[in-house]
């Protein structure tokens, strides 16, 4: 009997992979590592997510293994986090780019002379020349394209080498192998041309300096579109300030925003960035928060209010009190789920890998048919019509568009969602949240605020609204139950003063009773006024009516009179009606499941359009409900914020938590909505659809290209048509296919949610 053994996860970055098999090959050298279970390494984001067991894996060990590969590891140092290492990744991409345009340039510099030699034949002034001169003409082009090879192709051919010795191979392999054996031949033709049938010896040197060129053209150009599509990411790195301004003995001092401990007084002035989570003690201010949650109207944030880190204070000086610092504020864990998303695999791109783990390998057995087939049937000169033919094969596979095609755009998509406050977890989530077709929400706090708040006040004909608002909240001012916040917030928000109480009682499920101004006030249930001698049968009809709206009245009485009533509801966000009629207009089920009473259920559903309703279910009991949906045929996306949500939430084909939720509701989401607002339920699927559409694009387009490109390369319809591809062509195009991938998935930045294109609050 086995025991299973703890796991811990690292993330690394990975240098030098240029294509699906390079992923495959990272993903099976880290698998052999001691301790290593698991390992899922990401083409887009350059990166690798290990699961190892503690104590059984050695770090060195993976980066040499790696290393004799050919492939770089990099792990954070001490003290140092992922998101420096890969801030540090940012820098050397461009300077990749920048050494891939100096190799292309050499490339153009020696390679025209030799294109210009390969086509004399075709050229005015050079069609006559003699054959020695010719044959010199061939020995110059044979020594530039030496450098070519050995300085601009340099890295396909080590690439190539360390997969042989690894008895693997890649698309450095293909490149490699093709424009090797293309110059191998043409040397043979130019220094031995007695090997071959007179007249047929005519090397082809102009197509390995160009085939080298234009692919580390298209390398140049990936990289620089690969770059554009991590913006997303890098704004959310770069909303952490690097310093802060913290009061320590009575001294403001500044000090890197790193060393800010819970319980320091950070002090953020007007245009200045929020470098912690917190909560406000002193100010006034109007804080954005448009890059952290699409919100893009400034929030009023004053005392006691939270305040997140990476957020950019506009207006007034805010004292702040640090709550979470570090890898705990809001913005460092919201930049952690982005990048763990954009390095995860939906299921779709599981296929298309096993499927490039036999790509390179089946292309090279398609380029060894090629040549034999040409050799033994093809036209004169054979040996030079199945030399192009092959390496013609070899040079138009291209497995990077393959690689390339699901996680660029997943990336894009990610970085994108988060924009507009939508936190994908996992690609898994965001494949099936396109299939959904069943809304289930939570009531409280997810189409509600999830707070109490003042909605009636109902007074007896001598009273007026105010006066009778004015002593209930003076009344209730000695207790901390959210009801009575509701009432003294409401009462502030009218602008009305508030007289003290005095001899403040409270009795726990029925009311409380105070002295304001002489009178003594009785606020609760009508049973606690009977049971005080005062008669609420003049108040139970307007109760009546506000308990049939979902709402909890409570009976006032002053002296031995009933006053009036008043009432407090959980409020229905401004958005919710708006944003579930659009749910159904996209042909989606929505119902709505919750613990509250039945009455107070459906007057929510009927003031938000849900016509499914279930009523007084238990925690436990959802999650059951979400498997008898899901047994009905549905998909099923959940919405929920709270404890007592999250085994519905993991029940759910897609778990959606509300960003104002618990962290247990967070975790057992795929998606959290930061903006605490149902639009974003609507913007998910729209980007899930969005995302897999563009998918499907990059992969039949990857797909295409390979099933029609590599028959044409090897001359499948030359005794037809007459078509035979040239090896630079092949080139071209094998460079140019994933620049295409990458430009169509970058496309996805331009999305926008329906809700937003239409002007939707």
């Known amino acids: 009997m086995s025991s299973v053994q703890a796991s811990a996860t690292q993330e690394v970055s990975i240098s030098g992979m240029h294509c699906a098999a390079c992923v495959t090959r990272v993903e099976r050298i880290l698998e052999r590592v001691p301790g290593v279970q698991d390992a899922s390494v990401s083409l887009a984001t350059e990166t690798a997510r290990i699961a190892f067991v503690p104590g059984a894996f050695d770090p060195t060990a993976m980066i040499e293994a790696v290393a004799d590969a050919g492939y770089d590891v990099e792990l954070p140092s001490e003290g140092e986090e992922l998101d420096d290492v890969l801030r540090r990744r940012e820098a050397e991409r461009e300077a990749e780019y920048g050494s891939l345009l100096k190799r292309v340039r050499v490339g153009i510099v020696l390679g025209l002379p030799v294109v210009v030699v390969g086509h004399a034949q075709f050229l005015p002034g050079l069609s006559q020349l003699s054959h020695d001169t010719l044959r010199m003409l061939w020995v110059v082009s044979g020594v530039l394209t ?127 960035k929020v470098p912690v989570d917190g909560e406000v003690v002193d100010g006034v201010s109007a804080v954005d928060e448009s890059l952290l949650t699409g919100e893009s109207i400034p929030a009023d944030r004053g005392a006691g209010d939270p305040v997140a880190g990476g957020t950019l204070n506009t207006t007034g000086v805010l004292r702040i009190r ?34 490039a783990g036999y790509f390179v390998p089946a292309v090279m057995i398609i380029a060894v048919i090629t040549f034999a087939v040409w050799y033994n049937v093809g036209p004169q000169p054979v040996l030079s019509f199945a030399a192009v033919a092959a390496v013609a094969v070899l040079v138009i596979a291209c497995p990077c568009a393959l690689g390339l095609a699901t996680p660029i755009s997943v990336m894009v998509a990610v970085g994108k969602a988060a924009e507009h406050g939508v936190l994908i977890r996992n690609a898994e989530g965001l494949q099936r949240a396109r299939t959904v077709d069943t809304i289930v929400l939570d009531k409280t706090g997810t189409i509600t605020m999830g707070r109490p708040a003042l909605t009636d006040v109902r007074p007896m004909p001598e009273w007026s609204e105010d006066e009778l608002l004015s002593l209930v909240a003076a009344a209730e001012a000695g207790s901390e139950h959210p009801v009575a916040k509701a009432i003294r917030d409401g009462a502030t928000g009218r602008g009305l003063s508030v007289a003290p109480a005095n001899d403040f009682a409270s009795l726990p499920g029925r009311g409380i009773r105070a002295e304001v101004g002489g009178r003594i006030l009785r606020v609760g249930t009508a049973d606690f006024l009977e049971d005080e001698g005062i008669s609420t049968a003049a108040l139970s009809s307007l109760a009546q009516d506000l308990s049939a709206h979902g709402k ?114 967070m975790e057992a989401g795929d998606i ?82 329906s809700r937003l294109a239409a002007g939707a609050p």
Not at 242 to 251: H, I, Y
Not at 329 to 344: F, H, K, W
Not at 608 to 630: C, D, N, S
Not at 704 to 730: D, E, K, M, R
Request: net charge neutral; hydrophobic share 50%; glycine share 8%.
């Open 552 to 665: 909890s009245p409570l009976f006032v009485g002053i002296g031995q009179e009933p006053a009036g009533v008043v009432a407090v509801a959980d409020p229905v966000k401004p958005d919710s009606a708006d944003t579930i009629r659009h749910l159904r207009g996209m042909g989606l089920h929505v119902v709505m499941i919750t613990g509250d009473h039945s009455e107070t259920a459906a007057a929510i559903a009927r003031e938000v359009g849900i016509e499914e309703v279930y009523a007084r279910v238990l925690p436990h009991e959802k999650a059951a409900r979400v498997v008898a949906l899901q047994g009905e045929g549905r998909v099923v996306l959940m919405v929920g914020d709270g404890v007592n949500d999250a085994p519905a939430l993991a029940q759910a084909d897609v778990g959606c938590a509300m960003g104002s939720g618990t962290d247990v509701a």
């Open 146 to 272: 030496v450098p070519i090879i050995t300085y601009v192709g340099r890295s396909f051919f080590v690439g190539a080498w360390k997969a042989f010795w690894q008895r693997d191979a890649t698309m450095d392999t293909l490149v490699a192998l093709g424009t090797g054996a293309a110059w191998a031949y043409s040397t043979v033709a130019v220094v031995w041309p007695a090997v071959f049938p007179e007249g047929t010896a005519h090397p082809f040197y102009e197509a390995v300096a160009v085939v080298i060129t234009l692919v580390v053209l298209g390398q140049a150009l990936e990289v620089r579109a690969r770059g554009r599509t991590s913006q997303a990411m890098r704004r959310l790195m770069d909303l952490q300030p690097l310093t802060a301004f913290v009061v320590r003995q009575e001294v403001e001092q500044e000090i890197p925003a790193a060393e800010v401990l819970v319980g320091d007084l950070v002090i953020v002035r007007p245009g200045e």
């Open 322 to 355: 640090a709550t979470r610092v570090g890898r705990d504020t809001v913005l460092a864990r919201i930049v952690s789920m982005v990048r763990e998303a954009q390095g995860s695999k939906p299921p779709i791109q599981r296929v298309v890998d096993v499927i």
């Open 672 to 753: 959290t909505l930061i903006r605490n607002s149902l639009e974003g339920v609507i913007a998910a699927i729209e980007i899930s659809h969005a995302t897999f559409r563009n998918v499907r694009q990059n992969l039949v387009g990857a797909f295409a290209y390979n099933v029609l490109g590599i028959p044409v390369a090897a001359g499948v319809f030359y005794p037809v048509f007459g078509i035979l591809l040239s090896p630079v062509v092949a080139g071209a195009a094998m460079a140019f296919s994933s620049v295409t991938v990458v430009s169509n998935a970058n496309r996805l930045r331009a999305f926008t949610p």
